[in-house]
C-alpha cells in the first residue's frame, strides 16, 4: 500500500523536516540501503513540553512519540524524495524522559511504532528507555535505522 | 564450540523467549545477516525489581544483567531456529537504572557481556549508561546487534 | 585532507586509546567495513568528574564531549592501524550525565562532532540524551559507527 494514502486515511499530514539543533545530519546513508536517522524530537507546531509522571499523561506522551515518528518520516523524505522507498523500519530507540517512578516507557513509545507498523507493515526492533531530561525539556525523543529499496 | 554445550557446562538453561511488552518485534534481521535484538528486561521468574544503589546490590545486578542476556538468547533461538547460527555479537547497549550517584553501570553489565564471550568468543562492543527509570521498574534492559551464517 | 594534518592544525593530540572498563570490546568490525567503537568516555589525563547543571558548565562539556571524540579516533587508530581508512563517521550517539534539569545536551555534544566534521567531512547522524549518571561520575559517553575503506 501507498504510504501517502495510508497517511491519508489516518487524517495524517507530514510536517516539514525539523531544524537542525547542532552539527549532524538529520540522515546518514551507509552500508548501501540502510539509513540512520538521528534522535528526532517530538515538536510540530506548539511544543508540548515536561516530562512523564509529572506534566504529560500517557495518551499526550503517546501522541508526542507519534509526533517524533512523523518527524522521522518527514526527514526520510527530504532524504529520498519518496517514503514508498522505504522498505522497512529496522529499530527504533526511544527515549522518554520522565520522574524516577514513571515505568510505562513502551505504552508511550508504541506511539511511535504502531504508526510506523501502519505505514511499513512489519514492525521494527525498539527498545524504550526512561531518561531525567531530553534536550529542550521535550518529553520523547527517538531514532532509528530504515531500510530502503536501490 | 557447541552453544548449547557451554550453556549446560555454565548450568543455565535458556527461558521462553520474553512476552512482547509493547508494539514491536523482538528481532529484526536486516543487511543480510544482522540481527537487531530489541532491549530485552531481565525478567525470569520471580521479577526483582528497582534500582541499583537503593534496591540492589552489584552482584544482584549482575545477575539481572545475566538475565537479560538469556533472554537475548533466547529471542535469538526463536529467530534462528539454533543459536550455533550465531557468529558474533557485534554490540550490546546496557541500560542500568540506578541513583542519580550510582556509578558502576560497567560492572553490573559485566553479567551480561561475560556471558556473551563465553558463548561466542569475541566480546561485543558495548555502552553501558545510567537512567533513572525503566519500563516496569527493572533494573536493567539490554539491545544488541548480532551476526548470523548465512 | 589527510586526518593527521588537520589534527596537527587544529593543536589536538590522539591520546592513548582508553583502558578498557569492562567486558567488551573498544572497537568492534562488522558486516564488511563497518566499526562499532565502544561507548567512550571523556577522561584524558586529569579527570573531569560531575554533572552538567551542577558541577560543568558548558563550554567545560562541550570540551569533554571532544576528549570522547579523541578517545574515539585512538580507538579506530588501534583497530585500522590509519584514520585516513576511515570514510565516514555514520552516527553518534552521546549520553550527557546532568541535573533533571540541564536541557543542553545537544550543545555539549557539538563538542564531538564538531571535530569529526573537520576530519572526516560529512556530520554523522546523531542523538544526543540526558542521563542522571554515567559510569565514574563522568560527564559524558559516545558510542560510533564507522565506515573505512577496503
Redesign the interface.
Known amino acids: 500500500m501507498n504510504v501517502y494514502d495510508t497517511l491519508k486515511k489516518l487524517n495524517l499530514t507530514l510536517p516539514k523536516a525539523p531544524e537542525k ?8 546513508r ?5 539509513l ?4 528526532c524530537g517530538c515538536v510540530i507546531g506548539e511544543p508540548v513540553l515536561g516530562k512523564l509522571g509529572a506534566d504529560l499523561t500517557i495518551e499526550q506522551g503517546q501522541e508526542q512519540a507519534r509526533n517524533c515518528a512523523l518527524n522521522i518520516l518527514a526527514v526520510l523524505e527530504r532524504e529520498t524524495g519518496d517514503l514508498n522507498r522505504i522498505t ?1 523500519c ?4 526511544a ?1 522518554v ?11 508511550v ?2 506511539g511511535a ?2 504508526l510506523l ?1 501502519e505505514l511499513f507493515g ?16 521535550i518529553p520523547v ?1 527517538i ?1 532509528g ?1 530504515f ?1 530502503m529499496a536501490d
Do not use: H, M, W
Open positions: 539543533g547542532g552539527v549532524y545530519s538529520p540522515c546518514v551507509f552500508d548501501g540501503n540502510l540512520y536517522v538521528s534522535g522497512k529496522v529499530k527504533l530507540l527515549f524522559a520522565g520522574t524516577d517512578t514513571f515505568y510505562q516507557q513502551p505504552q513509545a508504541n511504532s504502531t507498523v512489519e514492525a521494527p526492533a525498539r527498545s524504550a528507555i526512561g531518561v531525567n531530561a531530553l534536550p529542550g525539556n525523543e531514532e535505522i531500510e
